[in-house]
């Protein structure tokens, strides 16, 4: 079971961009999915979460209403739009798939976890 991010790179402070993370091995479409982010200070964060048939979705404070997550089934694939990028965004943000159904913001929830991708933004 692979989970693939990519997507990452440098971006100036006010720019955007798509991260992307692909599954391989299994199917997640059953499973709430989630972005997290480790930064500078080593600490791994929750970003926002999505439940399996995307109703429901959940987002840390710092990114609500400039972030949005999403996820193709179809595609096995899960999205994270970031605009409005902020120095402090910058991170290495990590895909993950969660035990459960559900957008889970815990990171006991999760069960599997993709190899990050490296986003940097330049004040």
């Known amino acids: 079971v692979q989970l693939q991010a990519s997507g990452g790179g440098l971006v100036q402070a006010g720019g955007s961009l798509r991260l992307s993370c692909v599954a391989s091995?299994?199917?997640?479409?059953?499973?709430?999915m989630g972005w997290w982010r480790q930064g500078p200070d080593k600490k791994r964060d929750f970003v926002a979460g999505?439940?399996?048939?995307?109703?429901?979705?959940n987002y840390a404070d710092s990114v609500e209403g400039r972030f949005t997550i999403s996820r193709d089934n179809a595609k096995n694939t899960l999205y994270l739009e970031m605009t409005n990028l902020k120095p402090e965004d910058t991170a290495v943000y990590y895909c993950?798939?969660?035990?459960?159904?559900?957008?889970?913001?815990?990171?006991?929830?999760?069960?599997?976890w993709g190899q990050g991708t490296l986003v940097t933004v330049s004040s």
């Open positions: 993950a798939a969660a035990r459960r159904a559900w957008a889970a913001s815990a990171a006991r929830e999760y069960a599997y």
């Open positions: 091995g299994r199917t997640f479409s059953n499973n709430g």
């Open positions: 999505i439940n399996w048939s995307s109703s429901a979705t």
